[in-house]
């Protein structure tokens, strides 16, 4: 009894929860890899293993993800005279070499606008106030605040 408690609860406080199905789903395809392997003497493909245990290959995969543990971003990878990379080290953000340049354009653009124009944009899209926080504040009309951003965003459009 108290071994299945033991088993219960690292099955049920694992740091992320799996369901049951994904996990069983798991488990047969681990089983089918290891049956495939031992049969052809190489690694499955993720379609074999889906075909052999008559599932969807997402499915495979998603519960292959599922089953591995996870891995801390700080965990080295690779270690050679105390210059340790982690894995970290090895995400990327995404972005490529257009969008830092679209950044410079935008902020181009806007650097020329006038003073009042750049303003009236720091407060509503920095600040999120309205255009009638925003006439209040600069003492102008909601219609002149409407469009006074309408051609700031006309024409950092333009130059874009």
């Known amino acids: 009894m108290i071994a299945g408690e033991v088993r219960r609860f690292l099955r049920d406080y694992k740091s992320l929860r799996v369901s049951r199905s994904m996990r069983d789903t798991a488990y047969r395809a681990m089983q089918a890899r290891e049956e495939l392997t031992a049969g ?3 690694e499955p493909t993720v379609d074999m293993i889906a075909k052999h ?33 982690y894995l970290l080290d090895q995400l990327g953000d995404g972005a490529d070499a257009s969008d830092w340049l679209d950044e410079i354009s935008i902020k181009d653009a806007i650097s020329a606008l006038k003073e009042r124009e750049r303003n009236i944009l720091y407060l509503r899209y920095f600040r999120g106030k309205t ?3 925003v006439a209040k504040s600069i003492g102008i009309s909601q219609a002149q605040v409407s469009r006074l951003e309408k051609a700031a965003l006309d024409s950092i459009k333009e130059k874009l």
């Open 40 to 42: 052809s003497e190489r």
């Open 53 to 85: 245990i008559g599932a969807d290959r997402g499915d495979v995969i998603a519960a292959l993800e599922s089953a591995a543990d996870p891995v801390s971003i700080y965990e080295p990878v690779y270690s050679d005279a105390g210059d340790t990379l």
């Open 131 to 133: 255009q009638t926080e």
